[in-house]
T-cell receptor
Framework: KAGVTQTPRYLIKTRGQQVTLSCSPI?????VSWYQQTPGQGLQFLFE???????NKGNFPGRFSGRQFSNSRSEMNVSTLELGDSALYLC?????????????FGPGTRLTVT | AQSVTQLGSHVSVSEGALVLLRCNYS??????LFWYVQYPNQGLQLLLK??????LVKGINGFEAEFKKSETSFHLTKPSAHMSDAAEYFC??????????????FGQGTTLQVKP
């Protein structure tokens, strides 16, 4: 079974621009979560989508948004990029069963804002 | 609110020595706890998880962790370190103890260095 895939793997953007990152979960997984990883703040939860609905949201400004499609693929969007948005963005998927504890992470998208 | 504290941002051991990475959690409900490993330029890989069954949990690559409620700890150990264990390790707790949400709260991470 293929793992979680994220595209693109690397991205360079300029301040003020917007960016869209994509995540394809493991086949059959309906929950997709996004995390931001920076050296200063560590790993922080952005949001979770389940069956095309946002189920959880972290403490990030409204510039960060996401969505999920009917095939469970998810995208996150960051508008009006700031230098501090430079980070590794990780996507994780999990099943929706009662014993669905494990999250499986993708390799991440490295975003650099200049 | 739940939180995780990893004691020691950097741990160095010799090859063949015991590995001990410390994790303490704060939770008002029974937690679900996880250890993940991250190699350079890669995502996170699940090493092991505690989900209220056995308190001693065995994971991949020879790692294990023991859940101690009285100490609110979930330390990760490995009897004998290999060079390939050099990576960053993250302890995480599932919010609200449900385990079924997608929100994980992570510790700050511990970089493990293995010396030959």
């Amino acid at each position: 079974k293929a793992g979680v895939t994220q595209t693109p793997r690397y991205l360079i953007k300029t301040r003020g621009q917007q960016v869209t990152l994509s995540c394809s979960p493991i086949s059959g997984h309906r929950s997709v979560s996004w995390y931001q990883q920076t050296p200063g703040q560590g790993l922080q939860f952005l949001f979770e989508y389940f069956s095309e609905t946002q189920r959880n949201k972290g403490n990030f400004p409204g510039r960060f948004s996401g969505r999920q499609f009917s095939n469970s693929r998810s995208e996150m969007n960051v508008s009006t990029l700031e230098l501090g948005d430079s980070a590794l963005y990780l996507c994780a998927s999990k099943t929706s069963g009662r014993s669905s504890y494990e999250q499986y992470f993708g390799p991440g998208t490295r975003l650099t804002v200049t | 609110a739940q939180s995780v504290t990893q004691l020691g941002s950097h741990v160095s051991v010799s090859e063949g020595a015991l590995v001990l990475l410390r994790c303490n959690y704060s939770s008002s409900v029974p937690p679900y706890l996880f250890w993940y490993v991250q190699y350079p330029n890669q995502g996170l890989q699940l090493l092991l998880k505690y989900t209220s069954a056995a308190t001693l949990v065995k994971g991949i690559n020879g790692f294990e962790a023991e859940f101690k409620k009285s100490e609110t700890s979930f330390h990760l150990t490995k009897p004998s370190a290999h060079m390939s264990d050099a990576a960053e390790y993250f302890c995480a707790v599932s919010e609200e103890g449900s385990g079924n949400t997608g929100k994980l709260i992570f510790g700050q991470g511990t970089t493990l260095q293995v010396k030959p």
